[in-house]
C-alpha cells in the first residue's frame, strides 16, 4: 500500500554500506520489508484508528497474501502488455470482505489501488493493482458461504442466479442439468462471469441476443462504503 511507506524506514545504512552484498539479495531484502512493513500497517490500523468498525471484526488483514508465488502471478495478466506489482492479494470469502477492504483503502490519507482478478484474462492491466491489493474472486467460490450457481425454480421466469466469480463453464453445466443454456456465452468458457460482464461479453450468439451484459437483470454492486444488494439494469449509470 502507499501510505504504508511511511512506516517503513527511509533507509538502511548497514545494508547501503555494505559493498560486498550482492544488488539481487539487497532488492529481494528491500521487497521483503516493504510487505513486512505493509502488513504491519494494516494491524495498526485496524487496531488504532478503526478498532471498532467491522474491518477489524472480520480480519481482512489475514486474508492479504504476499508470498512471492501470489505476488507475482498478481502482477501480470493474459496480454503481458502491461506489469504492476501489488503489495498484496486479497482472498475475500464474502461480499462483506471486498466491503471492507475497500473501506480500509478510502479511510486512508491516500487510498490505495484495488482491483479485482477472476481468471485474469484482461489484456492491458484492467486486473492489475500497482502497489496495491488484487482481489482474487475466485475465492469467493471455495468457502463455506454458500457460492454457487442458482437455477430459477419456476418455468414461466427463467434466470441464473450466480457470482462475478464464477466460471462460464459452471453456469453453462447448471443450465445444461435443466436443459437450457445462456443466451450469450463467449468462445472460451474458463474465464468468470465478472470478467467478461465489465467488457460487455461477446460471444457467437451476440448478433440475436446482443452481447452479455444486455442479458443482466439485476447485479450486486459493492459501492465504496457498502454492499448496495439487489441493483436493476436500468438504475446503474450507462445502462
Not at 5 to 24: D, G, T, Y
Not at 201 to 212: A, D, E, L, S, V
Not at 226 to 239: F, I
Request: charged residues 10%; negative net charge; aromatic residues 6%.
Amino acid at each position: 500500500m502507499q501510505s504504508a511507506n511511511s512506516s517503513c524506514p527511509a533507509s538502511i545504512p548497514a545494508l547501503s554500506n555494505n559493498n560486498n552484498m550482492p544488488r539481487a539479495c539487497l532488492a529481494t531484502f528491500l521487497m521483503a520489508t516493504s510487505f513486512l512493513c505493509t502488513i504491519n500497517h494494516f494491524h495498526m490500523v485496524a487496531s488504532v484508528s478503526l478498532a471498532d468498525d467491522d474491518i477489524f471484526n472480520l480480519d481482512i488483514v489475514s486474508k492479504i497474501h504476499t508470498d512471492h508465488d501470489s505476488i507475482t502471478k498478481a502482477s501480470s495478466d493474459f496480454g503481458h502488455i502491461v506489469e504492476a506489482v501489488p503489495n498484496g492479494v486479497f482472498h475475500p470469502t464474502s461480499p462483506a470482505d471486498i466491503v471492507a477492504l475497500i473501506r480500509l483503502s478510502i479511510s486512508q490519507p491516500k487510498p490505495f489501488a484495488v482491483a479485482a482478478r477472476g481468471q485474469g484474462h484482461s489484456a492491458r492491466g484492467q486486473a492489475l493493482a500497482p502497489g496495491g491489493i488484487v482481489i482474487a474472486m475466485r475465492s469467493m467460490g471455495r468457502g463455506d458461504h454458500n457460492h454457487h450457481v442458482n437455477m430459477s425454480s419456476s418455468p414461466d421466469q427463467l434466470w441464473v442466479d450466480a457470482g462475478g466469480e464464477q466460471l462460464w463453464a459452471d453456469v453453462l453445466n447448471a443450465t445444461l442439468e435443466h436443459g437450457l443454456a445462456p443466451r450469450v456465452w463467449t468462445d472460451y468458457l474458463h474465464i468468470t462471469v465478472g470478467g467478461t460482464l465489465s467488457n460487455g461479453g461477446i460471444g457467437g450468439q451476440t448478433f440475436r441476443h446482443g452481447p452479455q451484459i444486455s442479458n443482466v437483470h439485476e447485479l450486486d454492486v459493492v459501492t465504496g462504503t457498502s454492499l448496495a444488494g439487489h441493483v436493476p439494469m436500468y438504475a446503474l449509470p450507462g445502462c
